[in-house]
Structure formats: structure tokens, C-alpha cells
């Protein structure tokens, strides 16, 4: 074996070593989560409110209100990153406009989102005195996911052939016809795969929420469901904790007894909501896919 | 491009055996100019098109054949600049003013690939119409049913109008999307090479088709398959390099034709 | 006379037409807010972050060199202590110390993925590092708060808060953002130059050395920028294991603190329109620049690699 295959055969073994420990890490990451995390999940630590001083604290508030302000944030953000998604789409021409535009949508996906939490505090709480709200962490958080949904959808938009945008020009039809009713339709698969992507990214932000949405979870009464009523889980302008935003805060200034089960609990039971979102947003974008090409 | 210029001063390139005057021009081009960004991509090409004929436009790849055709109905808007007029039975529809969706309902237009959109094959048919607010079943149904019989594929598809078109073999397909043309009851039907991607069975199924169609509509066929063009057209005009060469009665182009470059091109001796 | 008629037809606007309309102008219109958006962000941070030089007095020099950051009292020689340096430094010094731990170990891997054992690397690394580049920062923040901090304070000594647990977090959580984009800009390349090469008699490393690396180094470069502008603006992960306290790092293992530790941490506890206040968001408006700056590198990078193809 000559001088240069000897030195092959050791940078290649020393890549491989480079991807074990990676792998070791990534596999110590996953198994650290779900080993200490998992035994602490319980029906009742995912249903009862959490307790400031005394243990068997769980996390119901939380996680309901990540789930309420992952919805409203998608509803407010889903029509505008779509119809932003469409303009880029089709209208936009190969001029400076279109590249000033995508330039502002980068930008706004690589600021830091404490930034974004920053001006959703100046600019809801303080200026449009929502408080810290609902309200004011769903519009925040609808700013931080627009850029990545514009993309996203934007993607899924191109990825349909231009065929079937000239099938629908060529029946009379207006630009904008064929890209809501056909090229929407016809990529739809990726769209959903999109937003719950997306959507996972949007349950796990915490910096974007301690200044808007706030850092307390007041009890909630579950048998009232008329948003006019502020301790209704639905009140838009009650203070909401989410579960992302609880693991920072009682790690930083908890002093409930057993902080350690409930942060590793918790931080379980995000990681497994980001998985399922992973899975989901495979299987249900593969099962539209397979609904749309063959028998209905 | 020395032997084009040649030809221009050559008077008879075009020759029709019927009298302008008297016969119904379905549609008709003049002084035709079409660029992209600044290059000229077609011009020289003042053609007429009779009613209830198939023209076939023939020629090599990048000769303008479909860039016309894509011109008639105006789907090279936003694509390419258009100068000269269209005289769509008598109107030039080639100015600002003119609405454009209602040129192309009535100049429908089929596609190299078939391209059913995602929806099952009753949609497909009836989305035209839908969107122009059509929506009576009795209504829809009948256009289903006579478009799908007109493109011949009623009989392969009555039992699964609800599947989806996506799920149909290319020769269906490409029915389907003849079918959907023609629900929104045009009188001019442009096809852009609409057999490439079909089987040799099929395309003698959508030949004969056409053939049919002929006897309602106004037909004009961008092939580059010359024993498609000798079999199914009326009329055959050869483009090269951007113009249009010869127009005649397709037997005339294909066994006595004037134009040295159209002989060699029609024996194949071309390039 | 007929073809008046149908000249007439032709010109009325139809309904197709006016939707069309609508369509351009309500997409137009979303589009219109995203910017709007942008531009308010920009504005209202810079605004209030310039406040503290303009409103304040305080020099841009002070605030850039000064060491001692208690805004509202003085420092010993008689200047306002708003000195972000040691936040600056902080941030900078996670930031650098985490790309460089992570980037040769996120080429390795990346490239172990798509030249070595593509298919492992398929089937395996690539959905784990996807979950991995999903996971929230506060998750890694906390495992750095229970494994990193004490590991570092066995091995090391001290309290374990400091830069260098901040390192190890950022690391763990840039690593699968670098590795995802590497592997996307090493698929990018052609496999004809990799069999190319292999056929002209150069060996599997030469070949990814020399052919496959080199091709990739502009997408290798821009995915180690996103990683670091990913730690330069990541907030309670390092905040949780950084031990905020707004110092000159000693070393590495002493507590300091970032531009975004303070700022979260400090927010909450000032009032707005006050000099407390101002000083946070001079630190928010840095942030905001540097954001900028990485977005300038990573389209500087783009059009460079653009050229030389």
C-alpha cells in the first residue's frame, strides 16, 4: 500500500471518528431528554397547574396555553405568509422591488428572536397596552414565524410544474385563479408539511413570549369558555405562560422542591411534541399527496 | 439567414386555395413581430387560418412554431413582447383594451404535456366553468358528459369521474385536458405538440379525434412529427429561424413545395 | 357589423379580470405588512436604542470601551457606567469558540454522511440531526444548566457558569444547524466530478478533499455564518448557564455574560423611557446590527461562490 492510500484509509477513519462522537453526542442529547424526562410524565403532571413552592406541581396551564398561542399565532400568520407566498410566487418580477422584499424577509428570519420579543413589547404591551397577553404573545409570535411559513409555502408553491399554471391561463382563467385554485391545491402536501414544521418552531420559542406573553399561568377556570371573561382559557388578554417559557423560568428562579423532575419533565414532553410535529408533517403531507393522486 | 432574406422577395411563400373574401377566416395575423427582451424571436409571418380546418405549423426546434402559436392566444403576455396585430374574426385582440381571459375562453389551448390538475376528472372539466360561476349539476354534468365524448375518452372514464385526472395514463390525460378546453365551448383550439408525449396508440386515438373536432372547431396544431402533420392537416405552413417559409395545402407542402428550405426540410435532408 | 359586436365583447372588463385585481392587490398587500413589519423593527430598536447616545449623553465610545455596566450609577472616574464591552466580548467570545468546536466536527460528519455511508447517513443522522435543529433552545438550555454546569465545575473548578459552559451549549446546538446545511451544499454537488476524479486514480480522500470540499466551500461557509448568527442572537440557553454577571470574562470559566443574557434578564426590571431602560435597548440595536451583518456576509459569500461557478 503506497504512501498516499495509507493516508486515505486514516483521514477516512478519522471522519468516521468525527461522526461517532457526533452520533454519541446527538444519541446522548435524545437519551438524556427522554431517560430523565419520561418517568416524571404522568396524566396528572400533564392536566394539574403548576405550584410555585410545593412539589407535584404539573404543567396543564402551560402546555394548553402553548397549544392556544401556537393556533392563534398559525391563524393570524397562515393567511399573510400565504398571500405573500402567492405575490412572490406570481406577480413578483426580476426587478429591485422583488429583491428588496427578499431581502426583508431574510432579514426578519435571522433576527435573534429576543429582538422580535423586544419590539412585541414595545409595540404590543406597551404601545398598543395589551399587556402582557394572549394577544399580544400570538401577534409577536406571528411575526417571528411569517418569514419561515413565507418560505416555506413560497417553496412548496414552485415546486408545482408550470404546467399546470398554463393549463389554467389557457382555460380563461386569471393568474390568480390558477394559483389558488389549482397551485395551492396541487401542493398542498407541502404546505401542511410547511406549517406544522413551522408550527413545532413556533411551540418551542420561548424569548419571543417572556416579554409578551408573560411569565405567569393564573388559574384557569375550565368551565368557562366565553373569552370575555378573563380567567376563560379563551380571554385573548390573560397572561400565558407556556410550557417553553415555564422551563426557563423555573430554572432561573424556581424554588419548588422538585424543579429538576419538572424541568426534565417538561422539557420531555416539548421534545416529544416537536417529534410528533416532525412525523406528522411527513405522514400527513405523504397521505395528501397519495389521497390527491389516486382514488378518492 | 443569407438564404431567408433570398426568399422574401420570392412572392408566392404564401398560397391559399381559397378566396380570402369569400371564406371564413377564423383567425389571422399581420405584421407580426415577437421578441424576447430585445431579440427578435418571430416575425415575417402574416398567416391566415380558415374555419373548420386543422393547420398544422411544422419546422425544427427554435424555428418560432410554438412561440406563434402561444401568441394567437395570448399566453406569451408577461413572457414575451408581442407587436403587429391578431385579427381573431376580424377584431385584433393583440391591444391593451382587450380582455384577456375572454380571448382565451374563446381560444382554448392543449399542452405538450398532459396537465390535469389535481382535482378528480369531473373537476377538471367543470372548473372553468365553476369559477365563472356555473354551477347547475344538470348543467355541469351534460358539458361532462359531451366534452368527454367529443375528446373520446367518455367510455374509458364515465364510471370513475371521481377519481382523480392524476391517476389517468398519458393518452387519457391529454383527453381530459382536450375535454376541459372545450367545456368552456371555444371556437379555436390551439395544440402545442400535443402527441409528444403519448404512445403511438394513443396518438392515432387523439388523431383521429381531432379529425372529428375539425367539423366544430377551428384547429391549429404545432407538431414536429411531419407524417402528423401529412396525415391530419388541411394546411401545413413551415417556420425556420423565426418565419414563417411556406404556407400551402399540406399534400402541396409535402410533395411540391416551393421553397427549397421546406423541400429539404420535408425529405429530411435538413441542416 | 358583427365584428363590432364582438369587438364590444371583447373589451368589457370581465369578471375575471377584476378578480385578478383583487388577487394582486391582496397579495401585494401581505407582502406590504411583512416589510412593514421589518422596517417598524428596525426603527423602533434603533430608535430607542440610540436614545441613550442622543437623549442620554452617553458617548459612543464609552458605551463601545467601557468596562463597567451598572446604568443610573457612575463609574469610579466620574463617566455614566454604561459599558457593554464585557457584554460585547461575551457574545463574540461564545459565538467564535462555538463555531470553531463546531464546525470541523459538522464537515465531518457531514461529509461521513453523503460521501461515506450515505446510506446510514440517510436513514439515520439526517432525522436525528433534523429533530436536533428542531429541539428548543430552552431544552438546551436546561441540560446545560443539569450536565454541562456540573460537568464543567468537576473538571474545571469555579461555579461552572461562564463562557466556556456557554461554548459547550451553543456548540450542541449549532452542530445540527451547520450539519444539515453542509450536507445540503455537499449533495448540491455534481457526482460526475466525484467519479471523475476517482477514475483519474486519486484516492476516496483526495477526491473529497480536493474535489467535493473544495466545490462546497461557499455553502460550507454560509452554513457555519447561519450557525454562528443562530448563537450570536440565541438567548436563554446561554443565559441559564452563562452566570450573568456583567464582567470582563477572566477566563473561561469565570461568569460573564452576552448581549442577550442582560437583555433578557434586565428587561423586566427597568422602566421604560428611563437611562436603565435605554442602555437595554443600545444592546438590542447591536444585536439588530449584527444580525445585519451576517445577513451582508452570507449574500457576500453567495455572490462570491456564484462568480467563481
Given at each position: 500500500m503506497n504512501r498516499t492510500q495509507k493516508q486515505s484509509r486514516f483521514a477516512i477513519a478519522c471522519l468516521k471518528a468525527v461522526a461517532g462522537f457526533v452520533v454519541v453526542i446527538l444519541a446522548f442529547l435524545i437519551g438524556y431528554?427522554?431517560?430523565?424526562?419520561?418517568?416524571?410524565?404522568?396524566?396528572?403532571?400533564?392536566?394539574?397547574?403548576?405550584?410555585?413552592?410545593?412539589?407535584?406541581?404539573?404543567?396543564?396551564?402551560?402546555?394548553?396555553?402553548?397549544?392556544?398561542?401556537?393556533?392563534?399565532?398559525?391563524?393570524?400568520?397562515?393567511?399573510?405568509?400565504?398571500?405573500?407566498?402567492?405575490?412572490?410566487?406570481?406577480?413578483?418580477?426580476?426587478?429591485?422591488f422583488t429583491s428588496m422584499i427578499k431581502t426583508s424577509i431574510e432579514i426578519l428570519s435571522s433576527l435573534p428572536s429576543v429582538v422580535v420579543g423586544l419590539f412585541g413589547f414595545l409595540l404590543f404591551v406597551v404601545q398598543f397596552n395589551y399587556g402582557f397577553s394572549i394577544i399580544s404573545g400570538a401577534l409577536t409570535l406571528t411575526i417571528f414565524n411569517l418569514p419561515l411559513l413565507t418560505r416555506n409555502i413560497e417553496d412548496s408553491l414552485s415546486n408545482v410544474p408550470?404546467?399546470?399554471?398554463?393549463?389554467?391561463?389557457?382555460?380563461?382563467?386569471?393568474?390568480?385563479?390558477?394559483?389558488?385554485?389549482?397551485?395551492?391545491?396541487?401542493?398542498?402536501?407541502?404546505?401542511?408539511?410547511?406549517?406544522?414544521?413551522?408550527?413545532?418552531?413556533?411551540f418551542g420559542e420561548a424569548a419571543a413570549l417572556i416579554y409578551t406573553a408573560g411569565q405567569s399561568a393564573p388559574a384557569l377556570n375550565f368551565a368557562d369558555w366565553n373569552p370575555f371573561n378573563i380567567d376563560s382559557p379563551l380571554s385573548p388578554l390573560r397572561p400565558a405562560e407556556t410550557l417553553a417559557v415555564h422551563i426557563w423560568k423555573i430554572n432561573s428562579e424556581g424554588i419548588m422542591p422538585d424543579l429538576t423532575q419538572v424541568s426534565s419533565g417538561s422539557a420531555a414532553v416539548l421534545v416529544l411534541a416537536i417529534l410528533i410535529f416532525n412525523l406528522s408533517a411527513r405522514f400527513i403531507g405523504r397521505k395528501v399527496f397519495e389521497r390527491m393522486t389516486s382514488v378518492k | 439567414m443569407q438564404n431567408t432574406t433570398e426568399l422574401n422577395n420570392k412572392p408566392k411563400r404564401f398560397i391559399y386555395d381559397f378566396n380570402p373574401e369569400e371564406t371564413d377566416i377564423t383567425m389571422q395575423t399581420k405584421d407580426l413581430e415577437i421578441y424576447y427582451g430585445k431579440t427578435l424571436a418571430m416575425h415575417n409571418a402574416d398567416l391566415k387560418f380558415q374555419k373548420n380546418t386543422i393547420t398544422a405549423l411544422i419546422g425544427p426546434s427554435g424555428s418560432g412554431k410554438s412561440t406563434f402559436l402561444r401568441a394567437l392566444n395570448r399566453m406569451n403576455d408577461g413572457v414575451a413582447t408581442v407587436k403587429g396585430e391578431i385579427l381573431y374574426q376580424g377584431v385584433n385582440i393583440n391591444q391593451p383594451k382587450i380582455d384577456v381571459y375572454e380571448v382565451r375562453r374563446r381560444i382554448g389551448m392543449v399542452f405538450q404535456r398532459p396537465n390535469p390538475f389535481a382535482k378528480s376528472i369531473y373537476d377538471n372539466v367543470t372548473f372553468a366553468l365553476q369559477r365563472r360561476g356555473i354551477h347547475d349539476k344538470k348543467t355541469l354534468d351534460r358539458v361532462v358528459e359531451t366534452t368527454l365524448k367529443q375528446a373520446a375518452v367518455w367510455d374509458q372514464v364515465k364510471d370513475s369521474l371521481n377519481k382523480s385526472a392524476l391517476s389517468l395514463s398519458g393518452g387519457q390525460a391529454q383527453r381530459?385536458?382536450?375535454?376541459?378546453?372545450?367545456?368552456?365551448?371555444?371556437?379555436?383550439?390551439?395544440?402545442?405538440?400535443?402527441?409528444?408525449?403519448?404512445?403511438?396508440?394513443?396518438?392515432?386515438?387523439?388523431?383521429?379525434?381531432?379529425?372529428?373536432?375539425?367539423?366544430?372547431?377551428?384547429?391549429?396544431?404545432?407538431?414536429?412529427?411531419?407524417?402528423?402533420?401529412?396525415?391530419?392537416?388541411?394546411?401545413?405552413?413551415?417556420?425556420?429561424?423565426g418565419e414563417a417559409i411556406e404556407y400551402n395545402k399540406t399534400r402541396k407542402v409535402f410533395t411540391r413545395p416551393k421553397v427549397q428550405m421546406t423541400d429539404d426540410y420535408v425529405s429530411g435532408n435538413f441542416g | 357589423m358583427q365584428n363590432q359586436k364582438l369587438a364590444k365583447k371583447l373589451m368589457k372588463k370581465s369578471k375575471t379580470a377584476r378578480y385578478e385585481r383583487f388577487g394582486h392587490l391582496l397579495s401585494l398587500s401581505a407582502l406590504l405588512l411583512i416589510m412593514a413589519i421589518v422596517l417598524g423593527i428596525i426603527v423602533f430598536v434603533a430608535s430607542k436604542g440610540l436614545a441613550t447616545f442622543f437623549k442620554d449623553g452617553i458617548s459612543v465610545k464609552d458605551f463601545?470601551?467601557?468596562?463597567?455596566?451598572?446604568?443610573?450609577?457612575?463609574?469610579?472616574?466620574?463617566?455614566?457606567?454604561?459599558?457593554?464591552?464585557?457584554?460585547?466580548?461575551?457574545?463574540?467570545?461564545?459565538?467564535?469558540?462555538?463555531?470553531?468546536?463546531?464546525?470541523?466536527?459538522?464537515?465531518?460528519?457531514?461529509?461521513?454522511?453523503?460521501?461515506?455511508?450515505?446510506?446510514?447517513?440517510?436513514?439515520?443522522?439526517?432525522?436525528?440531526?433534523?429533530?436536533?435543529?428542531?429541539?428548543?433552545?430552552?431544552?438546551?438550555?436546561?441540560?446545560?444548566?443539569?450536565?454541562?454546569?456540573?460537568?464543567?465545575r468537576n473538571t474545571f473548578g469555579g461555579s461552572g457558569f461562564g463562557i466556556l459552559s456557554g461554548t459547550f451549549v451553543l456548540f450542541v446546538m449549532i452542530l445540527p444547524t451547520i450539519v444539515s446545511m453542509t450536507v445540503d451544499s455537499l449533495r448540491g454537488g455534481s457526482r460526475f466530478y466525484r467519479q471523475a476524479s476517482l477514475a483519474l486514480g486519486a484516492t476516496k480522500w483526495q477526491t473529497i478533499w480536493k474535489v467535493v470540499l473544495r466545490a462546497a466551500t461557499p455553502g460550507i461557509l454560509t452554513a457555519v455564518v447561519f450557525g454562528m448568527a443562530r448563537a450570536f442572537g440565541e438567548a436563554l440557553a446561554v443565559q441559564m448557564v452563562i452566570g450573568n454577571a456583567a464582567l470582563m470574562p477572566q477566563n473561561l470559566t469565570s461568569p460573564a455574560s452576552t448581549l442577550t443574557s442582560v437583555l433578557t434578564a434586565g428587561m423586566g426590571n427597568t422602566v421604560m423611557g428611563s437611562l436603565q431602560n435605554d442602555a437595554l435597548w443600545s444592546l438590542a440595536l447591536v444585536l439588530l446590527v449584527m444580525s445585519l451583518l451576517f445577513n451582508l456576509l452570507v449574500h457576500m459569500i453567495g455572490r462570491k461562490g456564484a462568480f467563481k461557478k
Open positions: 431528554i427522554f431517560i430523565t424526562g419520561l418517568p416524571n410524565i404522568s396524566w396528572h403532571f400533564l392536566t394539574s397547574p403548576a405550584k410555585a413552592f410545593n412539589a407535584g406541581g404539573g404543567i396543564g396551564i402551560q402546555l394548553f396555553n402553548s397549544f392556544y398561542l401556537l393556533v392563534l399565532a398559525m391563524l393570524i400568520s397562515l393567511p399573510i405568509a400565504l398571500g405573500a407566498a402567492i405575490y412572490l410566487n406570481v406577480y413578483a418580477k426580476d426587478n429591485w408550470d404546467d399546470q399554471r398554463q393549463g389554467g391561463l389557457g382555460l380563461g382563467l386569471s393568474k390568480y385563479e390558477t394559483i389558488i385554485h389549482i397551485v395551492v391545491p396541487a401542493s398542498l402536501p407541502g404546505i401542511i408539511s410547511g406549517i406544522i414544521l413551522c408550527s413545532g418552531r413556533v | 381530459v385536458c382536450i375535454a376541459r378546453a372545450l367545456a368552456v365551448r371555444p371556437d379555436v383550439l390551439l395544440l402545442d405538440e400535443p402527441a409528444s408525449a403519448l404512445d403511438p396508440v394513443s396518438t392515432q386515438q387523439l388523431e383521429a379525434t381531432l379529425r372529428e373536432l375539425k367539423k366544430d372547431y377551428t384547429i391549429i396544431i404545432v407538431t414536429h412529427n411531419m407524417q402528423q402533420a401529412a396525415r391530419l392537416s388541411d394546411y401545413t405552413v413551415f417556420f425556420n429561424m | 463601545f470601551t467601557g468596562t463597567l455596566w451598572n446604568p443610573g450609577t457612575k463609574t469610579p472616574g466620574g463617566h455614566q457606567a454604561v459599558g457593554a464591552l464585557p457584554m460585547i466580548v461575551g457574545s463574540f467570545l461564545v459565538t467564535i469558540l462555538a463555531a470553531l468546536l463546531a464546525t470541523p466536527f459538522a464537515i465531518g460528519t457531514a461529509v461521513y454522511m453523503t460521501e461515506i455511508s450515505p446510506k446510514r447517513g440517510a436513514k439515520i443522522l439526517q432525522p436525528v440531526t433534523e429533530l436536533l435543529v428542531g429541539i428548543p433552545s430552552v431544552v438546551y438550555g436546561f441540560i446545560g444548566l443539569s450536565v454541562v454546569v456540573p460537568f464543567v
